[in-house]
């Protein structure tokens, strides 16, 4: 027989029943021949092939994936960190270059006179439309100082 003929070719027999690249039935004709319970041998032989190897290969590959998804959580996170503590440093350094301007006399505070001239500026409105704030917001800030 051309599917069992010796361990060799029984072992490819086997491979290629598993790969496709023989149809089941063509290496279990011959076994029935000889008897039943072979029939579920190969059966069986069959069916834990497809249904516990090929299943662990198949989880390795999704474990591998999962992984590779929290590591980029993981770096999307600390991505999310940094351009947060740079986008506060940003705006401290906007706001006391505005402040900068702001107080004329360089006495380290901004009179209401120095605010009221500069609020029209183009640089101030620039800004305050970078900050996604109204004057009345600048106003408000103002006072709390």
């Known amino acids: 027989n051309k599917y069992w003929r010796n361990m060799g070719v029984s072992m490819m027999t086997l491979l290629e029943a598993v790969t496709g690249g023989v149809d ?18 190969f059966m069986a032989f069959i069916l834990f092939t497809y249904f516990a190897i090929l299943n662990v290969v198949t989880a390795a590959f999704c474990q591998g994936a999962i992984e590779g998804q929290l590591y980029d959580r993981e770096q999307t996170v600390k991505d999310l960190i940094n351009h947060k503590k740079s986008h ?6 906007i706001f006391q270059n505005m402040f900068d301007q702001l107080d004329q ?14 609020l029209a500026d183009d640089s101030v409105q620039a800004l305050l439309s970078l900050l ?9 800030l103002f006072q709390m100082l």
């Open 88 to 93: 506060l440093h940003k705006t401290t350094d």
């Open 132 to 140: 996604e704030l109204t004057d009345s917001d600048l106003w408000l």
């Open 24 to 41: 089941w039935k063509d290496p279990l004709c011959p076994l029935s021949d000889v008897h039943w319970l072979w029939l579920l041998v």
């Open 105 to 118: 006399d360089s006495s380290g505070d901004i009179s209401m006179e120095e605010f009221k001239a500069h």
